[in-house]
């Protein structure tokens, strides 16, 4: 996910200039600053815009972390989709998720932060249109799981929403003190370990 990606909505439509102008100078100030550190005078002066035009896009800053999360998530959705188109098998797709999840921590520590971190601290995150995002992004994981038990690839005696959990949790945890410390994050290497992990407990057994 580049910031470039952010100057258009996923339908394609160009977004206004000064809209596109706030939502770089906050990603830019997050990749130095933690969120609750940045006022909107720092934003508008980072945009080159007034602070007027910020209220005139965004209810307010955190409406404005919100959208910038939501841009973010809906490319990642649009990514994965055309990721998984052609891939055979629930756990080979399961694999190249597991892969996309990592590597987008890994490659866009800002979008990780944003998710990680500053959404959740905040009960509104949990009320937001970015939220069912990350909702929908987590059904398609179960969804996934559970195709795998129709089609005989994962143990039917295990909840499919434990293995979600299982998966979800694990890809945050092994990436959170890379995103929070700048420390490098080896999608390769981690997607590896992760299923080699995960799938000697979930795959079923041929007789």
Do not use: M
């Not at 404005?64 to 055979?88: N, S």
């Not at 909702?135 to 295990?158: A, C, F, H, P, W």
Request: positive net charge; aromatic residues 8%; hydrophobic residues 35%.
């Amino acid at each position: 996910l580049l910031v470039n990606n952010l100057t258009k909505s996923p339908k394609n439509k160009p977004l206004p200039p000064g809209r596109v102008k706030i939502i770089q100078a906050l990603i830019s100030l997050l990749e130095h600053k933690e969120f609750n550190a940045i006022t909107t005078s720092e934003i508008a002066k980072s945009a080159g815009v007034t602070e007027a035009l910020i209220y005139k896009y965004f209810k307010d800053k955190r409406d404005l972390l919100h959208q910038v999360l939501r841009e973010y998530l809906e490319q990642y959705g649009i990514q994965l989709e055309h990721d998984l188109k052609g891939i055979k098998g629930a756990l080979n797709k399961l694999r190249k998720l597991i892969w996309s999840h990592i590597n987008v921590y890994a490659t866009n520590k800002v979008f990780a932060r944003i998710l990680l971190v500053e959404a959740r601290t905040h009960p509104d995150y949990y009320k937001s249109e970015t939220y069912n995002l990350v909702k929908q992004y987590s059904d398609t994981v179960l969804n996934l799981i559970e195709e795998g038990v129709r089609n005989s690839e994962i143990r039917d005696d295990l909840p499919p929403k434990l293995i979600r959990h299982g998966i979800l949790g694990s890809i945050e945890q092994i990436c959170f003190s890379g995103v929070i410390f700048g420390r490098e994050i080896s999608p390769d290497k981690l997607a590896e370990d992760l299923c080699e992990l995960l799938f000697k407990g979930i795959e079923r057994k041929r007789n």
